[in-house]
Each structure stands twice: as C-alpha cells, then as structure tokens.
C-alpha cells in the first residue's frame, strides 16, 4: 500500500518538475527571439535615423512587439537612441499571471558597422 503512494506522489512530483522545464525552455526560447529582434530593430533605426511614432508603430505591427522608453523622438546622426522592447508570455505552471519579457537596445543613428 505505501508503494503505491509513494508512486503516485513521485508521479505528480515528476510531472511538476516537467512542466517548470517545459516553462523554462519556452522563456528561454522567447528571451532570444526578442533578444533577435530587438538587435534588429536598432540596426533598422540606425539606418533609417527615424525613431518617431509612425516609424515605431509600424515596427511594433511588423513584428509584433510592444515599445518602451523611446529616448528621443527627433535624433540626429550620431545621437544615441535607447528603447526597450517587450512581449507577453503565458506560463503553463511557473505564474498564474502573464510574464513581461523583455530587451533594452541601445543604437546609434547613422552607424550601419
């Protein structure tokens, strides 16, 4: 009879500890696409030297990310321009509530190196 509790118990034990693995390959997997996208979106706005609101909002669409402290809106060439991008990720058993993951970039307008 106790051996087939402690199977049960080691049983729910295995599965938790799957589905935090399990939520932890899919933060990890979410952190580097935005890590990607997010070293793509400062090489666009060097290149581009815009970083007003129309510019970031068409970003925002085309990749499907959200913006965040957008240091300034009108650079010149060779101001530097910091943001933050995010996204939200629903966890299966880490949280009961969304998580916020996110990039901050730095770039400088008119650097393609």
Do not use: W
């Amino acid at each position: 009879m106790s051996s087939n509790i402690g199977i049960i118990l080691s049983t729910l034990f295995v599965v938790a500890f799957v589905l935090i693995g399990g939520d932890m390959i899919c933060i990890s997997n979410a952190y580097s696409q935005i890590d990607n996208i997010s070293i793509t979106i400062g090489y666009l706005i060097s290149k581009s030297g815009r970083a007003d609101n129309e510019y970031i909002s068409s970003l925002q669409n085309t990749y499907n990310i959200y913006f965040e402290n957008v240091s300034s809106t009108a650079p010149n060439p060779g101001d530097v321009v910091d943001f933050t991008i995010y996204r939200y990720y629903h966890p299966l058993f880490v949280a009961s509530n969304d998580m916020k993951i996110v990039a901050k970039r730095s770039t400088v307008i008119g650097y393609f190196g």
